[in-house]
């Protein structure tokens, strides 16, 4: 079908570059990319090609994997409603690299990318809005990394008494952490 037919177009144009996968129960065709340079490229390709026709970017997100040498992996959902497939692409980039932005290509990426940015902190470059999102202008760090510490430093609140904001050093109490793991469903002997 459609699957079969794309998996063979993909493995003529770039057979080096990326790696290939496909889904037998779902419409999904999986491109695992190496290279970040070309991708705007690719999208391009993909979104105006009467071949593909993918012209709607689902989704744009990023996985952490503080382990590996290429930490990131970019993950791009792109849809045909003419053709009724979807398109997985994975990219792999490090801490340093510069993303470039899709913005170009499919409008809706910049917001994406804004949440990205806040979230990871992937700098995308030649996007025309980097703008925080999701957090505050002076906070420091980047929430969904994973050697993000989850406790924090300082703890922010409002103070109604002085009517301002007060930014303190969190103190953990330890009095409510003892859990018990018996389940109130099971009948007690």
Request: net charge positive; aromatic share 16%; proline share 5%.
């Amino acid at each position: 079908m459609l699957n079969t037919y794309l998996l063979k177009v993909f493995q003529k144009i770039l057979p080096k570059t990326v790696s290939l996968t496909s889904l037998e129960y779902y419409p999904l065709l999986v491109l695992r990319s190496w290279s970040i340079s070309f991708i705007p490229v690719l999208l391009g390709l993909l979104k105006y090609s009467s071949a593909f026709r993918l012209n709607t970017l689902v989704e744009l997100t990023t996985t952490d994997f503080p382990s590996r040498r290429l930490r990131f992996t970019g993950n791009l959902f792109l849809l045909s409603i003419e053709y009724n497939y979807r398109l997985a692409i994975n990219i792999n980039f490090s801490q340093a690299d510069f993303v470039p932005s899709l913005s170009s290509v499919f409008v809706n990426s910049n917001w994406s990318e804004r949440e990205v940015r806040d979230m990871f902190g992937v700098y995308f470059s030649n996007n025309p809005d980097l703008r925080r999102l999701l957090t505050d202008y002076g906070f420091t760090g980047f929430p969904l990394r994973k050697d993000f510490p989850l406790t924090g430093f300082f703890e922010v609140r409002y103070e109604d008494e002085i009517q301002q904001i007060l930014y303190e050093p969190v103190q953990l109490s330890q009095e409510f952490r003892i859990f018990s793991l018996n389940s109130p469903w099971e009948k007690k002997l």
